[in-house]
């Protein structure tokens, strides 16, 4: 990239941090500092205000950056990222949305241990949420790393990890000073302009090609060198059984998986009501749902003007389609239009990643400190703030998810975020319903479903194609591989299910029937919710 791209684009990500900064600042000046205003922002937030952060939350570097290069590199089979991703939301209205904000406190424990033995249920939820929370943040990281590698043109490897480094560092700034109120408002401003940024590129796409919807499909499948089979499924996932398994297995971890997030889970605890949680729920299905029908304009966009050659020669797995897009619709390299809008492009993705990040990073920290912590401190131990050990939390989760961005750096974002849905719809999923609907459900149970889902989703990714035995995998030299499919989700999340039906089965405690009946009232009506 050219001086000027360089030195627009950084000014506004300066811009942008020096905002982000300043609302942490003014947060953290006007804040009593209890564990309710640190977690959950005093739980003081409108339903279009959480509806807006959620949206936030949620349209991550996985969905602007990695939807859009998978879409541009593989068409059809690219876009059922985007169908997942969105359907999703429907598990999480109608099955969790109103239940969680009535049971829950804080995080997911709260709302398994409400019928359970407190102690090996916050442990093995915390576990997983913490899990799930560092998966979710490397995908980010690497977002962060192929942005600015792209910026910054030669320095590449060096690029991307001051970028993975800096994007760390500013996480847990946000997170330890201003908590979940500045990542909330953080979230609204990051959202309204990624919204109003990806408004604009798709009506600059369409516009190129005068409205006609079908003469952009065309000419992406003409440039795609895969003809009409670029629009059609079977190019990335039909290729044999092991390929539409693998289909099979993504689909299930998008669909299940937004239901069992941590950080989505705990966004429903910061409005005062359940009906305010399913309002902010309605609220963000209609903006992501917009938002993912632009990524496929924005997508086959990137494949009719950039070319899918031109996206694989800047990042192998399609990260940086939007940012070329964006370089081209505002008239090439080396002009002005391009210069201005390549810049503006790429500060937006800059600013997705803060934000969603300091949000991941808050539920983690938010789970080692109230549930691991909680639990696992001595008996007669003097406990230190709840609060205290949350930022420190903040800190050491930002450096394992530092550590794991820089060695996952060359994988799609999209796909890695996949891989956490996987274990998020595998261990967080089955405990969750389970606790809500099955009134037999023990604390056993509880803990065979975590990590009866977490243990053999892990283990599948690190025996999987992902990690060995593959140029594209994580350690190319090595092969280790012997599960054949890339996302575990297939078999992982029956057996997450399966793990919570045989503990409870096998498991000698009967189950509270009182309390049973107690949390159903409470999640049905939000009679004794906080």
Known sequence: MTGNHQTLALVLFSAFIAVTLGITTWVSRNRHGSAEEFYVGGRLFSPMENGFAIAGDYMSAASFLGISGLIALFGYDGLLYSVGFLVAWLVVLFLVAELVRNCGRFTLADVVAARMRERPVRIAAGTSSVTVSVLYLVAQMVGAGSLVALLLGKTGEAAQAWAVIAVGALMVIYVSMGGMRATTWIQIVKAVLLLGGTVALTVLVLLRFHGDFDRLLLTAAERSGHGAAFLAPGLKYGGDWTARLDFMSLGLALVLGTAGLPHILSRFYTVPTARAARRSVVWSIGLIGGFYLMTIVLGFGAAAIVGPDAVRKSNAAGNTAVPLLALDLGGGAGSTGGTVLFAVVAAIAFATILAVVAGITLASSASVAHDLYASLRRRGAQPRSEVAVARLAAVGVGAVAIGLGLLARDLNVAFLVGLAFAVAASANLPVLLFSLFWPKFTTRGAVWAVYGGLVPAVVLVLLSPVVSGSPESLFPALDFQFFPLQNPGLVS?????????????????????????????????????A
């Open 493 to 529: 999340i029956p057996l997450g299910f399966l793990a919570g039906w045989l503990g409870t089965l096998t498991s000698n405690e009967t189950a509270d029937a009182a309390k049973h009946a107690e949390t159903e009232v409470r999640s049905l009506t939000g009679a004794g919710a």
